[in-house]
């Protein structure tokens, strides 16, 4: 079996496949989880089940939430940062509606008033009237994570590109990578971003967005300043597991069109300096600058692919999403389950990478 991509998505469907008795797994990647271009080395790490008004995604991500503490139980060394988080990023009518919404779905959130506040996060000043807390919600430190997923997967890694697939009789059958070609069985494409071109390779068109998440590192500071993640309307900020504060500013913001990043990132860390009782120094240690993996249409892209004929495309399987953080356990445990099965679990019945919302990525083969 071959994985494309070293990043969470991949390290996941590489643990699974060891699960599964997978005995020869060889993830090749442009990137690793060190490397500063990979999204999962760029990630802010909130574990969270929201998805208001998409039940269907919510559920999954719900899922993804109660999975999680088993992974942190099964394997060695794997820990998250925080459990619960704190969010009050929009007005209080859509606050209370999101919670209404997601409690009638079964998710453990509430809403937490100031007073109550207190005790969560003693240290923030200007408590907000209301906020939302997601009980389960964790945060997790990609890079590492993903490095632990794959050294338990027992996986062979080998930093190439892949240039393309080798494609025959309606099957893929191998890559072709800067150091030469590979047979495979089944090649799964991981790839983030790097997604379109491979499928392009294979006269598939596969479209994705992307936009530029800025998040500034403060220098460790005592632990506990901040118990738990929260996010406001312009800022979001948690503590990482060594004591740096993660900090960024509006949730999903684009920081594309900023001129001077560094700027923008010593202004973050001055505004939640502001916000919090602590009276050390508290400055920028360094700053990521990450490219979000945005399927089209927002939802996981999870699935074989097909060809113009609505033919099954064989030896192919495809995983790519935004929340990869969140959603990368399930979408590598049930991937493989499918591939081996060539069952198909109801939770990512609605992500086929192909999806009849969004004909354009419809094959040309
Ligand atoms: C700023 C920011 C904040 C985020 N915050 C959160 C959050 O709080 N919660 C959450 O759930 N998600 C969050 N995300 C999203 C999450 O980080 C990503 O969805 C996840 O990391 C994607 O993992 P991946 O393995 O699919 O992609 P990546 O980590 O990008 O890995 C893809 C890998 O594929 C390799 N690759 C690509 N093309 C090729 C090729 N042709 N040949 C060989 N290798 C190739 C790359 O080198 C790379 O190693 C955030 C993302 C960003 C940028």
């Given amino acids: ?54 039940k269907k995604y919510a559920a999954f991500r719900l899922a993804n939430l109660k999975y999680w503490p088993k992974l942190i139980e099964d394997i060695k060394h794997l820990t998250s940062s925080s459990k619960g988080a704190f969010f009050w990023d ?38 907000p009237e209301i906020a939302g807390f997601g009980e389960n919600d964790l945060a997790i430190e990609g890079s590492k994570v993903s490095n632990l ?21 309606n099957k893929v059958i191998g890559v072709e990578t800067d150091q030469g070609i590979i047979y495979s069985d089944e090649v799964i494409i991981a790839a983030g ?45 948690r503590q990482d597991d060594q004591g740096r504060l993660v900090i960024g500013g509006k949730f999903d913001e684009d920081a594309s069109k900023e001129s001077n990043i560094k700027e923008v990132a010593e202004k973050l860390v001055q505004d939640m300096n502001a916000r919090l009782n602590y009276n050390g120094a508290m400055t920028l240690e360094s700053y990521t600058l990450g490219r979000r993996p945005l399927p089209i249409d927002g939802r996981p892209k999870i699935g074989r692919l097909k060809n113009q004929l609505d ?53 040309n083969v």
């Fill in 1 to 54: 079996m071959i994985i494309v991509g070293g990043g969470i998505v991949g390290a996941s469907f590489a643990y699974h496949a060891h699960l599964r008795g997978v005995s020869e797994i060889t993830q090749i990647t442009g990137k690793l989880s060190t490397d500063k271009e990979q999204a999962t080395r760029n990630t802010w790490g909130w574990v969270n089940g929201y998805s208001p008004n998409d």
């Fill in 149 to 169: 997923l794959i050294k338990a997967s027992g996986s062979r890694i080998k930093k190439s590109n892949v240039n393309k697939l080798i494609f025959k009789e």
């Fill in 193 to 237: 971003l790097g997604t379109p071109d491979l499928l392009s390779t294979i006269n598939i068109n596969f479209k994705m967005s992307s936009t530029l998440g800025l998040l500034a590192y403060t220098k460790p500071l005592p632990k506990l300043i901040l118990q738990h993640p929260i996010t406001g309307k312009d800022f979001h900020a």
């Fill in 311 to 363: 033919e099954k495309i064989k030896g192919v399987y495809v995983a790519v999403m935004h929340s990869g953080i969140t959603n990368a356990p399930l979408a590598g445990k049930l991937g493989i389950e499918e591939i081996i099965t060539e069952k198909r679990h109801p939770l990512i019945t609605d992500f086929f990478p192909q999806t009849s919302s969004y004909n354009e990525s419809k094959s």
């Fill in 90 to 127: 929009m007005d209080k009518d859509d606050l209370s509606e999101t919670i209404a919404q997601h409690q009638s779905w079964g998710h453990s959130v509430s809403d937490v008033r100031k007073l109550k506040l207190e005790e969560y996060l003693p240290n923030l000043y200007n408590r």
